[in-house]
């Protein structure tokens, strides 16, 4: 079935940092990816999505780059700041069962960065 | 109240127990959801409701009964549980079923400690 494999956590930088979070999945259609943020003591918020091949998401700095190829979407950003202290989770969504309802997560990866 | 709200945020229960939990979403949204979130796996979905009927129970044990008696409220019935299904409950809504087109909008979660 479809999967999602995030780096193994937690990353720990300093500030103005440039930030990477791997993920990598499967999947046996054409998926859409996404990067979801919980900040300590939230729910789950969407930070950005991509929806086909070579689409570039973006939002508050983050960038993550849809590659088909390496059915890779990693996470970057150029220069974290304390405040992007938080669980990251990357998540699919299968279009061929488009509408069901179902994102498949991965695990998280922990990001503190420190002063 | 705005958003998605969950109470109560921390529960601790006997295995003989029988509690609930309760989400609410204030977006107007058709699509409500339970998901589990334990330390170090990747979050899983349990339940999915649209317009209050169920589409989706994802092999959950019986022991996790849900009820959405309309599109704004969602509850989880929980009775008998065991120590291993002690982690962060979440709950999300979104306006139809997700995927590409409805993003899901989280609610901060109840922590259960079964004991």
């Known amino acids: 079935g479809d999967s999602v494999t995030q780096m193994e956590g937690p990353v720990t930088l300093s500030e103005e940092a440039f930030l990477t979070i791997n993920c990598t999945y499967t999947a046996t259609g054409y998926p859409s990816l996404f990067w979801y943020v919980q900040y300590p003591g939230e729910g789950l918020q969407l930070l950005l999505k991509a929806t086909k091949a070579d689409d570039k998401g973006s939002n508050k700095g983050f960038e993550a780059t849809y590659r088909k190829e390496t059915t890779s979407f990693h996470l970057e950003k150029g220069s974290v700041q304390v405040s992007d202290s938080a669980v990251y989770f990357c998540a699919l969504s299968d279009n061929d069962s488009s509408n069901t309802g179902k994102l498949i997560f991965g695990q998280g990866t922990t990001l503190q960065v420190k002063p | 109240e705005t958003g998605v709200t969950q109470t109560p945020r921390h529960l601790v229960m006997g295995m003989t127990n029988k509690k609930s939990l309760k989400c609410e979403q204030h977006l107007g949204h058709n699509a409500m959801y339970w998901y589990k979130q334990s330390a170090k796996k990747p979050l899983e979905l349990m339940f999915v409701?649209?317009?209050?009927?169920?589409?989706e129970n994802n092999s959950v044990p019986s022991r996790f009964s849900p009820e959405c008696p309309n599109s704004s409220h969602l509850f989880l019935h929980l009775h008998t549980l065991q120590p291993e299904d002690s982690a962060l409950y979440l709950c999300?809504?979104?306006?139809?079923?997700?995927?590409?087109?409805?993003?899901?909008?989280f609610g901060p979660g109840t922590r259960l400690t079964v004991t």
């Open positions: 999300a809504s979104s306006r139809g079923l997700a995927g590409v087109h409805y993003e899901q909008y």
């Open positions: 409701y649209n317009f209050k009927e169920q589409t």
